[in-house]
């Protein structure tokens, strides 16, 4: 007898239930997989894995998707951009979602060197994730005329959860968010933490941190957590 898989089973009862509340929610989703078929087998992606979901409002440039890998059960909500900043003679993937990544809505992560968010990253609606910036050394030129800064690279350990209106962006070398962190709503990040970190605060800041002999989060004071 054929294994049954409960996870799969328990996905459809929850797609059906949302069906028969909302009949119309149908259209939605049979769009948003339309959508994603004609990504997967017309759009040259490095890497495009199983039960993704994109909606049909993102933005994907078909010229950086050589660069951009999409892990299984990634969710990309409305949209969502996928930049590539620079892509004439780049060697390495640019943008790399892990399995399970969910992208909540209006979220952008522009990419010029290297950003990765690894398995079940969780981003709310409106996170920026950038791994450079605009030039501005130059007052006598327009900054839209300088270009970008070189940047640095960017890494989102598994299962991360960014809240709303959260900005990460690097300005050099490489900036990580250690896994199982949460980055509280409205956060600059501009500096790498350590896994299972609260952070919070523009810029931001180490809040608390899981403690694993009493399992609790413990709150760091200021002293500690600069030196974290």
């Not at 259209?27 to 979901?53: C, N, Q």
Request: with cysteine.
């Amino acid at each position: 007898m054929p294994a049954i898989d409960v996870t799969d089973n328990k996905r459809d009862s929850v797609v059906d239930s949302d069906i028969r509340r909302d009949p119309v929610s149908w259209i939605r989703r049979f769009h948003a997989k339309v959508h994603t078929l004609w990504l997967e087998h017309t759009y040259p992606f490095l890497d495009f894995g199983k039960s993704v979901s994109i909606n049909h409002s993102c933005d994907i440039d078909r010229k950086t998707a050589p660069f951009i890998s999409i892990g299984d059960e990634a969710y990309l909500a409305p949209d969502v951009w996928l930049n590539v900043e620079a892509f004439r003679g780049r060697t390495e993937p640019a943008i790399v979602l892990g399995r399970g990544c969910k992208l909540g809505r209006r979220s952008v992560i522009s990419a010029k060197n290297h950003i990765q968010l690894e398995s079940d990253v969780l981003l709310a609606p409106s996170v920026l994730i950038m791994d450079h910036n605009h030039e501005y050394s130059d007052p006598d030129l327009p900054i839209h005329a300088q270009g970008t800064t070189a940047g640095g690279r960017i890494v989102i350990g598994r299962n991360c959860w960014l809240g709303y209106g959260v900005v990460i962006c690097c300005g050099r070398g490489i900036l990580e968010v250690g896994h199982n962190s949460v980055v509280a709503a409205n956060s600059v990040v501009t500096t790498s933490f350590p896994p299972l970190s609260i952070i919070a605060g523009n810029p931001a800041r180490l809040i608390k941190k899981y403690d694993a002999a009493s399992q609790k989060w413990v709150r760091c004071e200021r002293e500690t957590a600069q030196v974290c």
